[in-house]
Nanobody, 123 residues
Framework: QVQLAESGGGLVQSGGSLTLSCAAS????????MGWYRQAPGKERDFVAA????????TYAQAVKGRFTISRDNTKNTVSLQMNSLKPEDTAVYYC????????????????WGKGTLVTISS
């Protein structure tokens, strides 16, 4: 069973940047689609970005397209989310997740979830 641990959350001013990382345990990391999701206070969890096992396919939510970049390092079993031009509405708990298909990741269909890391953007 894969286990995921997010890191890198914190408080950033509007317009700033932050990079989140997710470390995964297990030997099958390069076969897993990985995704980032977020849940703002009082709202449902939303899809942010996903990447295929090989890294060849990436998808983004419209709200973050052009500002966020998802990437992975299969030699280190990590997936990252580089977030630029941050806005107060990006404030949320960000979750890393693993699944079998990068396409359905956009619908939140993932098998394993991390515990989340809080990102707060001040205006």
């Amino acid at each position: 069973q894969v286990q995921l641990a997010e890191s890198g959350g914190g408080l950033v001013q509007s317009g700033g940047s932050l990079t989140l990382s997710c470390a995964a345990s297990g030997r099958t990391f390069n076969t897993l689609a990985m995704g980032w999701y977020r849940q703002a206070p009082g709202k449902e969890r939303d899809f942010v970005a996903a990447i295929s096992g090989t890294g060849d396919t990436v998808t983004y939510a419209q709200a973050v397209k052009g500002r966020f970049t998802i990437s992975r390092d299969n030699t280190k079993n990590t997936v990252s989310l580089q977030m630029n031009s941050l806005k107060p509405e990006d404030t949320a708990v960000y979750y890393c997740a693993a699944g079998s298909d990068v396409i359905v990741a956009g619908f939140g269909i993932m098998d394993v979830w991390g515990k989340g890391t809080l990102v707060t953007i001040s205006s």
